[in-house]
Each structure stands twice: as C-alpha cells, then as structure tokens.
C-alpha cells in the first residue's frame, strides 16, 4: 500500500472543478487536486466570506466566488462539501448554472438522504455519482485539511442504476488520483454500513462525554486528569464539527435507530453479566473483539503502533 | 512538562525491589527502575515460564524466580502487577517472606477490592500503599513494556488512614521518579472516577465492536475496511487484555453499574432526540462536548494532532 501520493498526472481527470464547502474535506481536495493535477481549474465556492477569504490567502483556488450559479458556471465537475442538510437547497441554486455533460457529486455520510435531496434538482444531461470519502479528522474549516486525507481510505461511490458508466469511470479516477481506493453499493446499504462504523461510534463517543461532564461526584478536573485511562480516546470524535453531525443523525434515522437497538440489546447482556458476576461471559466477551482489531490493521486502515503510536517506545525517552 | 525521562537518581528510591507479574506494567516498571536507578536490584516473579524466560532474555532484571514467598524475601518494596482477581492469592502467598518495614503497592484499575483482597495478609510492621498508574496500551506481556510507559501520566496511592508517612513518600518518590504526577484519594473515590474515565469507555468498546461483529446485513469485512470513519477508534481498547478486564468488572462493579445506568439514560435522550428530529438537541449536545478535549489537550493528557497524530499532515505527502 502506498504511504505518499504518487507523481501529478499527465493530463487532468477534469478541466474545470467546482467545489462547494471549503472545510476540513472540501479544502482537502482543492490541495490533492492541484497537488495531484487531478484538476486544470479549481473554483472555491463558500457562503462564507471568512473562508473565502482564507482560501485566498492559502492560494488552493484558481477562482474563489460565493455564488453557486455563477462558480459551477461551464464546470465539468462539481462537488458538493456542505454538511449533509445543506446538499438540497445547494443543489436548488447550482442547477441554472450547470452545463450539458458535467458530474455532480458530494461527500456526505449519509447517501439515501442526498439522493432525495439532490436528485430533483439534476437537469436531463447531467450525471449524479454520489460519493463518500471514508476519512476525516476531528477537525473543521480550511486550514484542516491535508492533502493526504483520503491516500489509503476508501470512497464509496452510489451511482444511480444505468448511470452513464463514463461519468462513474471518471469519478473513480478523480478519486483514485486522490490516492483513495472506490468501491461502489447502493445508497441504503451504505446508509447500514455507516451507521455501523461511523454514525454510532459518534453518538455513542458524543454521549460518553456528556455523561461524563454531568456528574456532581466526580469533578470535570478529574475526569480531564484521569483521561487516559480509555476516557480520552472518546472526546477525539465527540470534539468533530456539530452541524456535520446533527444533520448525519437527522438523516440516517432508520438505520442509526436500527444498529442502535442492538447496541442497547447488546450492553444489556454485558450489564447483567456483571451484575450477576459472570465472568465467563465477559472473559468470552472481550476476547472475540481482539480479532476485528488484527484484521483493521492488516489491511492498513490504522496503525499498528500501540496507542495509536501516540507515545513512541523508544523516542522520547 | 518533560518529554523524556530525567537522568538516573544518584540515591535508589529501593535497595530491593520485587515486582510479580511481569506483563505490560510490571515489565515497564522493571525497564523503568533499570534506567532511573529507582532500585538497586531487581527481583522479577512470574507465575509462568515463558514469561521468566524472556524476562530472563530481555535481562529485565537482577533475579527471576517463579517463588512468590522466595522472591520477595528481604525486598523494600513489593509491587503486584498482577490482575486484580489473582491479588488475594498472591498476597497470600508472599505473606511468610515479607520483612520488617517493607512496603507493599500494587498497580491495579481497581482500589476498594485490592484493599479488601490483600489487607488481611499484611502483616505487622508491614506498610500497604496502594497505587494505580493511570497508563497503559492495548498491548499485553514483558515484548509490550517500555521504560516512558508511565511519563506524564497520573498514578493515584490511595494509602489506608494512618499510614506510615515515610511509607507513603516512599512510594511517591518511586513514581515520581519514573516520570509520573501522584495523586491520593480514597479507594471509594477511585473506583468511582476510574469507573468513569477508564472501565465505562473499555465496555462500552468492547460492547460496540461486539454488536459489530453480529450484524448479518453488513459483512465483517466491510466493518473492517470502513473502519476509519470512527470504529476503528473503538477497536483499539476492546483489544486490550481479556482477563484483566474481566476482574475490573467483576471487582468494581457497583460504579461501574452506576455509571452505566447514567450512560444509559443519557442516551435514551439522545435516542429520543433523533427520533422525533429534535436537531437543536443534538447540536447543543454535540457543542458541549468539545471543551472537554480541549481541556485534556491543553494539560498534555492526549496529543494535539488531528487524528491522534497517525496521520502526519505534512509528513507523508
């Protein structure tokens, strides 16, 4: 597996990119783009004139605009990097602007929802390929993002059946050339498998640190103190973007309820085994676990350092 | 806050120093007490023979027996590293060779058990200072120890009323010298912060990679490689060890049931809030709690790089 981006291409993947929402992922993208020539024009398109004016500063477009009609303008390919309940109105304004030909994709969490949002808003001519970049930090704005972010992730692609298989070929060039591997699946497969691995780990790392800053017996100050103990590991993705996360959980509903029954199903066991002092369940319990760790870090999608390679054995001592 | 370990003491904080169990922590502690000079020799007890062998190999320490009463005949201090379920029997055992004046510790996640379990084996004259390094990784055995383990992490004595001050610095000092900030509190308020900010966070991993793991509409595998939009996270402390979680929970159950019923209830609400749409909820929820790892941040308790730093921004472009 790769660990760096390889050379720019030969030839751009697209010759004039829009990309709406210059945060953590969209931000991203502009600087893989030009870094990677996966783009000959990069449009920055953001509501807000701070960022504009940041994007600007840091030099990751060719253009900088705050109006959608007028940035997706003779675009080949547009992106959409808004949180998940902002695509459809989005989408409302970037449609009289749009050209014959040109790809619209996103890169939200949840893909049933964007469908229903954007979808009627695609003119005859124009392709849809709805995209997930599997990555991110718990980081938000403009100067978070990296050029590396999506190098050895996955992205899944939701392209409606019978999409022109041209505009999905170069979808996954684009984000190949980001240095991310593509896999495609419907909408609402996807919506489970996230709900899983990404929209449950938040709500329930989110909860952890609310209960945590609730109590009247322990202090917050030893709650901070004692963190690594384990505590610490949740407040990393209960410190990501708000806005990005309620509109994921307003519209992932059904399958985040879903995962979320049998997460509540499953620690009613677990709690009843302490309970009763069962401690033949608990040890079969947290022994099965250890196999999904091996396998993450075979395939590469963390490292295998300890802790998260935070403190290095030997480095700082 | 220093960043390595400071030079040897010129003084040994021990003359004799015994440590049983020579897995994650106590084979720190031994590479720890090497390096500062916090003892003069080293006694290494294990209860198994490939452990004492490649203490033996890794020249972990000055002596290697396999003899509880033996091994910590004429030792100043006598550290258990040993789970918490296994700490009365090995109390027992050592009992008949504890000398006059030693000091007894212990580094277990678990205070008010350990003190009940192994009070009633000290004998007169004999000094119990019980300690919790809050420190670890998710990785087990005497190969998973190193000498910064304990470096700018906290380690609470909870020392029984009355205890020998001298006894009680003694202690401190040793910490103190393999990097570590003390701090003493009751055995009660222990359980219940450490309920809190280490044996929650551990079941509620162990439960969500659990529930992961049983799902039949999304196949393991996807589980694994879309590991990174949060899950991935979770893994990494439901891989820690089976059995020395086990005895956390059976041994701290009370606190430990307490906070899960609070954990519960505040996920109930958010349960509640998404589904009836209540967006404001989740957003003022999920802004709360971003303070939080600020403050961790800023007292040194966790790294400030995104991503926990595994993904250097610059450094592997």
Same mark, same amino acid.
């Given at each position: 597996?790769?660990?760096?981006?390889?050379?720019?291409?030969?030839?751009?993947?697209?010759?004039?990119?829009? %990309?709406?929402?210059?945060?953590?992922?969209?931000?991203?993208?502009?600087?893989?783009?030009?870094?990677?020539?996966?783009?000959?024009?990069?449009?920055?398109?953001?509501?807000?004139?701070?960022?504009?004016?940041?994007?600007?500063? %840091?030099?990751?477009?060719?253009?900088?605009?705050?109006?959608?009609?007028?940035?997706?303008?003779?675009?080949?390919?547009?992106?959409?990097?808004?949180?998940?309940?902002?695509?459809?109105?989005?989408? #409302?304004?970037?449609?009289?602007?749009?050209?014959?030909?040109?790809?619209?994709?996103?890169?939200?969490?949840?893909?049933?929802?964007?469908?229903?949002?954007?979808?009627?808003?695609?003119?005859?001519?124009?392709?849809?390929?709805?995209?997930?970049?599997?990555?991110?930090?718990?980081?938000?704005?403009?100067?978070?993002?990296?050029?590396?972010?999506?190098?050895?992730?996955?992205?899944?692609?939701?392209?409606?059946?019978?999409?022109?298989?041209?505009?999905?070929?170069?979808?996954?060039?684009?984000?190949?050339?980001?240095?991310?591997?593509?896999? #495609?699946?419907?909408?609402?497969?996807?919506?489970?498998?996230?709900?899983?691995?990404?929209?449950?780990?938040?709500?329930?790392?989110?909860?952890?640190?609310?209960?945590?800053?609730?109590?009247?017996?322990?202090?917050?100050?030893?709650?901070?103190?004692?963190?690594?103990?384990?505590?610490?590991?949740?407040?990393?993705?209960?410190?990501?973007?708000?806005?990005?996360?309620?509109?994921?959980?307003?519209?992932?509903?059904?399958?985040?309820? #879903?995962?979320?029954?049998?997460?509540?199903?499953?620690?009613?066991?677990?709690?009843?085994?302490?309970?009763?002092?069962?401690? #033949?369940?608990?040890?079969?319990?947290?022994?099965?676990?250890?196999?999904?760790?091996?396998?993450?870090?075979?395939?590469?999608?963390?490292?295998?350092?300890?802790?998260?390679?935070?403190?290095?054995?030997?480095?700082?001592?």
């Amino acid at each position: 597996m790769p660990d760096r981006l390889g050379p720019p291409l030969t030839t751009p993947v697209f010759d004039r990119l829009a %990309l709406i929402g210059l945060g953590l992922i969209g931000s991203s993208l502009a600087r893989v783009a030009r870094q990677k020539n996966l783009a000959r024009h990069i449009v920055a398109i953001d509501a807000s004139e701070d960022v504009r004016s940041r994007v600007s500063e %840091l030099k990751l477009a060719d253009t900088v605009t705050g109006d959608v009609t007028d940035g997706v303008r003779n675009a080949d390919c547009v992106i959409l990097c808004v949180p998940v309940g902002a695509c459809g109105s989005v989408a #409302e304004a970037m449609q009289a602007g749009l050209k014959q030909g040109a790809i619209i994709s996103d890169v939200g969490s949840v893909k049933g929802s964007i469908v229903a949002q954007v979808e009627p808003y695609i003119p005859e001519g124009v392709h849809f390929v709805p995209a997930h970049p599997v990555a991110g930090t718990e980081q938000s704005g403009p100067d978070a993002g990296f050029p590396t972010l999506f190098l050895n992730r996955w992205c899944i692609l939701t392209p409606p059946e019978g999409q022109d298989p041209q505009a999905v070929a170069r979808t996954r060039a684009f984000w190949e050339g980001a240095g991310s591997m593509v896999e #495609e699946m419907s909408p609402a497969h996807h919506d489970l498998v996230l709900a899983i691995t990404s929209h449950l780990p938040h709500l329930i790392a989110y909860n952890i640190v609310g209960t945590a800053a609730d109590l009247e017996a322990v202090t917050q100050s030893e709650v901070i103190k004692f963190s690594a103990g384990g505590f610490r590991d949740f407040t990393r993705i209960a410190a990501s973007d708000p806005t990005m996360w309620r509109d994921v959980f307003l519209n992932n509903k059904d399958a985040v309820l #879903e995962m979320l029954g049998r997460f509540t199903e499953d620690l009613s066991a677990l709690q009843r085994a302490i309970r009763y002092g069962d401690g #033949e369940a608990l040890f079969n319990h947290f022994t099965r676990t250890r196999a999904i760790r091996r396998s993450i870090i075979e395939i590469g999608q963390d490292s295998a350092a300890p802790d998260f390679g935070r403190q290095p054995k030997n480095g700082n001592q």
